[in-house]
């Protein structure tokens, strides 16, 4: 079992960039490297929605269309902690993020295990 603690969240301008972190805490090094790791989000009225994934090794990574070229997933196994790198941010970006550990990189809620308790990112115009 490992618990998830995201950070990086803030207020930002549109076009501005961001780096969110997801760290690990105190989980045993071989467990962490089980997991496919993810970032989901949450606007205020609407449903969580993926945004990237990672898998174990870091050798494939996801998008959701919205965020391609924008966003950056990747993870350092030695650190146990996984990032999002924001570039270009906008308006509608703005959402609490989630950070998600489970048996694959997938892209819906269903297959992540473990959560952490969301980080603010809110871009204004």
């Known amino acids: 079992q490992i618990q998830l603690v995201e950070s990086g969240g803030g207020l930002v301008q549109a076009g501005g960039s961001l780096r969110l972190s997801c760290a690990a805490s105190?989980?045993?090094?071989?467990?962490?490297?089980?997991?496919?790791m993810g970032w989901f989000r949450q606007a205020p009225g609407k449903e969580r929605e993926f945004v990237a994934s990672?898998?174990?090794?870091?050798?494939?990574?996801y998008y959701e269309d919205s965020v391609k070229g924008r966003f950056t997933i990747s993870r350092d196994n030695a650190k146990s902690t996984m990032y999002l790198q924001m570039n270009g941010l906008k308006p509608e970006d703005t959402a609490v993020y989630y950070c998600?550990?489970?048996?694959?990189?997938?892209?819906?809620?269903?297959?992540?295990?473990?959560w952490g308790q969301g980080t603010q990112v809110t871009v204004s115009s």
């Open positions: 105190q989980p045993p090094y071989r467990t962490y490297l089980n997991y496919a």
């Open positions: 998600a550990a489970g048996t694959a990189a997938a892209t819906t809620p269903g297959p992540y295990n473990y």
């Open positions: 990672i898998t174990w090794g870091g050798d494939n990574t």
